[in-house]
């Protein structure tokens, strides 16, 4: 069997690197191609991932870049076709909701090429996101969905979706958290930002939504009003980056930094008192790790996050964040952690990599 991974953004080769790793393990005679679609390309935000997650060095760069969400999915479909011709798969593997993933996915249909989506199925309901969108076409396209949350197969059922084609496998986003704990426990990352285990608010912010417009500023307004009784560590996003340019006032206590690396990040979000973001992958994070997340939009596709209560929807409202050290004043330190939910338990990479083994 040849499999052919198409990866391009950060989330990506976090939930790919286990896939990857069990499919060598459990069928190492499988040929795999790895096609970086060069989506993201800072190291921060790229080869930092296939270092610290021990992927395999892309054997393909298709080096598409930054652009409008047509120009990037034309080029990776410009630039995947003839090598997907040549090398002609069994199956293509694409993750997640980024541009990157749906491009991929509609250049192999086309090819009559088999093609498995790694977290179909989720939903936030509002096609104003442009990942809501990806999802949607990738699923409807996709002949294998591999679903990490019950939720996501009652969505594929709505839309009319054969339920053959979806499998609940877990979540490969966990596996490498479960994978690396270990390494990133022990770490302390925080201490080098001068900042005490369990004393800081952690923030990650790159929605459009968010970030494309005045509410980033409001959101900075709010982080330093916050400072004043919490340090405030922000990793900052390019996207978030480019939107800022220097233009905001810092308080003293509201530290702005470069993105962190993975293993990093993991110990910066496992120290948090709290985490403030507009991410996915991190409000799955954060449940599994049982820290307390506020996520600044108006809705979620990860709704499990929710119901297990380590979640907190503020709604796209900076004002809101305020509110945030008198919440987590307010928690019963001594309430225990929920426990994750149904397979994110560290196997669903040996799940889905059997499944491949059986076909
Ligand atoms: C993309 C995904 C989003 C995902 C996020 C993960 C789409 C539509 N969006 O958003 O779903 O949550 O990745 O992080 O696919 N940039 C750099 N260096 C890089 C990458 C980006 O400077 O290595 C800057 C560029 O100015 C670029 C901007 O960030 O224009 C946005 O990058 P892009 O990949 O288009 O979207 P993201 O906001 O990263
Ligand atoms: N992450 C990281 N460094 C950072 C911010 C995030 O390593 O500075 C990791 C995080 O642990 C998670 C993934 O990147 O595994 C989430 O990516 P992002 O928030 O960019 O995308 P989303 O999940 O929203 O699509």
Known sequence: ????????????????????????????????????????????????????LGVPAPDFMLEVGSGSHALQT?????????????????????????????????????????????????RSYDRSMPEEINRIITDQIADTLWVHSEEALRNLELEGIPAGRAGFVGNTMIDSLVALEDRFRPLETCRSFGLEPGSYLLVTLHRPALVDGPLLFDAIAALNQVSAVMPVLFPVHPRTRARLAGNAELAENL?????????????????????????????????????????????????????LGTNVLLGLDPARITEIPAIIAGADPSAAPPEPPPLWDGHAADRIAEQLAAT
């Open 1 to 52: 069997m040849r499999i052919v991974h198409v990866l391009g953004t950060r989330p990506n080769f976090v939930k790919m690197a286990p896939l990857i790793a069990a499919i060598s393990r459990r069928s190492p005679e499988t040929a795999q191609l790895i096609v970086h679609t060069g989506q993201h390309y800072d190291h921060l935000m790229s080869e930092i991932f296939f270092d610290q």
């Open 74 to 122: 034309a080029r990776v479909m410009e630039r995947l076709e003839p090598l997907l011709i040549e090398n002609r798969p069994d199956l293509v593997v694409v993750p997640g909701d980024v541009n990157s993933t749906v491009a991929a996915a509609l250049t192999a249909v086309k090819l009559e090429i088999p093609v498995a989506h790694l977290e179909a199925g989720l």
């Open 255 to 307: 530290h702005l930094v470069d993105p962190a690396g993975y293993l990093e990040f993991l110990s910066l979000e496992a120290d948090a008192g709290a985490v403030l973001t507009d991410s996915g992958g991190i409000q799955e994070e954060t449940t599994y790790l049982g820290i307390p997340c506020f996520t600044l939009r108006d809705n979620t596709e990860r709704p499990v996050t929710i119901e």
